[in-house]
């Protein structure tokens, strides 16, 4: 069962324009939501986060979107540059301290120059 | 500044053999998760401890058991080896009660089970 899922596998933008990442999650006792970029043999690297009592949060070029009545979060990065080239992944979790991750499937974003 | 050290990187095993997963947290941190990382699936939680103590637990196989010793560090002990084993494990910690709640991951140990 699948609570957190990103339906796109993977997404091509060019350099300087603006990529959208989606995530959708099932479960509404989700608290608190993540994102993380992961490369090739390393382990995923922390993005950004938000928590479910605010639906937006911005960090320099990368911003996260928070629609709880559609169960819906979005990771804008604007803009895109080919650095950002890497596996996404959304992740939830249960309350505000310590707790489980759970994580979508992950999406491929390639940033062309 | 200090991230989360994972050995071995690489390690290759035979079915029915034994391997152990070593963890050492960022400084400070009180808390380990473990991850199992199917080729080409997301990681799936199996375990975390908190201040040396079992918070909770996932889909880890009974084959599998873990802890974490005195200094934070963390092992996990994988018996009777099986193919479908083969994934990449990682090591999460984080400072329980400081604000942010992300999880520090190191860079994985990948196992192969021949």
């Known amino acids: 069962d699948q609570q957190v899922k990103q339906n796109s596998p993977s997404l091509s933008v060019q350099e300087g324009r603006i990529s959208i990442l989606n995530c959708d999650y099932t479960n509404s006792m989700f608290d608190y939501f993540l994102w993380y970029k992961k490369y090739p043999a390393e382990g995923p690297t922390f993005l950004i986060s938000?928590?479910?009592?605010?639906d937006k949060n911005e960090d320099g070029r990368f911003t996260v979107f928070l629609n709880k009545s559609a169960k819906h979060l979005s990771l804008h990065i604007v803009p895109s540059q080919p650095g950002d080239s890497a596996v996404y992944f959304c992740a939830a979790k249960f309350g505000t301290s310590y707790g489980k991750l759970t994580f979508g499937q992950g999406t491929i974003l390639t940033v062309h120059p | 500044a200090a991230g989360v050290i994972q050995s071995p990187r690489h390690l290759i095993k035979e079915k029915r053999e034994t391997a152990t997963l070593k963890c050492y947290p960022i400084p400070r941190h009180d808390t380990v998760y473990w991850y199992q990382q199917g080729p080409g699936q997301d990681p799936q939680f199996l375990i975390s401890f908190y201040e040396k103590m079992q918070s909770d637990k996932g889909s880890i196989p009974d084959r599998f058991s873990a802890q974490q010793f005195s200094d934070y560090h963390s092992e996990l002990n994988m018996s009777s080896l099986e193919l479908g084993d083969s994934a990449l494990y990682f090591c999460a910690s984080t400072q329980e009660g400081e604000s942010g709640n992300e999880q520090f991951f190191g860079p994985g140990t990948r196992l192969t089970v021949l």
């Open positions: 938000i928590s479910s009592i605010k």
